[in-house]
Nanobody, 114 residues
Framework: QVQLVESGGGLVQPGGSLRLSCAASGRDFSFYDMTWYRQAPGKQREWVAGITWGGRTHYAGSVQGRFTISRDNANMVYLQMNSLKQEDTAVYYC?????????WGQGTQVTVSS
């Protein structure tokens, strides 16, 4: 059974840091592109950052320079989030894609508040 499980969310003050993890299991994800999305209350889900199976990274303008996406060889993907802002508050989701297969995790809540 294919599963993506996010973890690492929580409550943090503005300016703080969090590291999200996404554990993929059930198949070999070595050739999958991995992406982080987020959805804030009342808003549409938006793309945050992605890393190709070859290791190329891409970031949304709103997080460029503050967030870093990475992956290892054990089906793990990470999102290091620094200098967090209140507007980063959202549920963060991990997605794995290798056309035509797409898998999503259940999400982890990140709340940035003083």
């Amino acid at each position: 059974q294919v599963q993506l499980v996010e973890s690492g969310g929580g409550l943090v003050q503005p300016g703080g840091s969090l590291r999200l993890s996404c554990a993929a299991s059930g198949r070999d994800f070595s050739f999958y592109d991995m992406t982080w999305y987020r959805q804030a209350p009342g808003k549409q889900r938006e793309w945050v950052a992605g890393i190709t199976w070859g290791g190329r990274t891409h970031y949304a303008g709103s997080v460029q320079g503050r967030f870093t996406i990475s992956r290892d060889n054990a089906n793990m993907v990470y999102l290091q989030m620094n200098s967090l802002k209140q507007e980063d508050t959202a549920v963060y989701y991990c997605k794995a894609e290798s056309v035509p297969n797409v898998y999503w995790g259940q999400g982890t809540q990140v709340t940035v508040s003083s």
